[in-house]
């Protein structure tokens, strides 16, 4: 799996610890570049702002979730339009499955999810 450790990620999620836990995965497989939001308000902010190479979010999360937050890049007049985005989710439900799968999702974590898991879908969305 070789994977460009320059890249700029983002990841959003409104649960602090793991969002500690991804950043820490991410910093320990060797990627410097992270920012993080703690909801899809927050990183729509910064999306607007600031290009980023990879972008992780939870699903579900307050104010704006995951879906929310795909949608809104996927719809963006930019080439961030094109920013791959892997989704966290907990659930199965087919109706955020075919929401995100028609915004054109990249692929998604599951919890619980390994190192190996997330390093993965990582090299899988930036081929795409």
Known sequence: MNIDKGIQILVVEDNEAIRDLIVSILKSSGFEKISQAKNGKEAWDVVQNQKHDLIITDCMMPEMNGLELLKNVRSL?????????????????????????????????????SIKTILSKIAIALKN
């Open 77 to 113: 007049d930019d080439e961030r339009k094109k920013t791959p985005v892997l989704i966290i989710t907990a659930s199965d439900k087919s109706d955020d499955i075919k929401s995100a799968a028609k915004w054109k999702v990249n692929g998604y974590i599951v919890k619980p999810f």
